[in-house]
């Protein structure tokens, strides 16, 4: 009955964990396909007849201020490129009396 028991249990922690799955963009992947795969959480930045850039926020404040972006780069309508950037964080100014 032990066996039994540890056999569903480890059933049960992987379907989580394909339930929680994240999402993957390869290097070639088309441009449809990476826009059908990411609708919600995505801006086009810059196009050309013959490029594109795309920009999803990666991580966010507790305010919901961008903390980092990912830029994903088409050349063709292919995926060739992607890239993490840290949004510029305010310079804390002390002003004396």
């Known amino acids: 009955m032990s066996a039994l028991k540890n056999v569903l249990i480890t059933l049960s922690f992987l379907l989580i964990l394909a339930g929680c799955s994240v999402k993957h963009y390869t ?19 810059e196009e050309t007849s013959q490029h594109a850039v795309y920009r999803r926020v990666a991580s966010a404040d507790a305010q919901m201020k961008p903390l980092s972006y990912h830029y994903y780069y088409f050349n063709s309508g292919t995926l ?7 949004t510029n964080k305010p310079d804390i100014v002390l002003l004396s009396k």
């Open 80 to 86: 060739v490129r992607t890239e993490l950037i840290e």
């Open 27 to 45: 290097i070639g992947m088309s441009e449809s396909e990476f826009k059908n795969s990411e609708k919600y959480n995505l801006e086009l930045v």
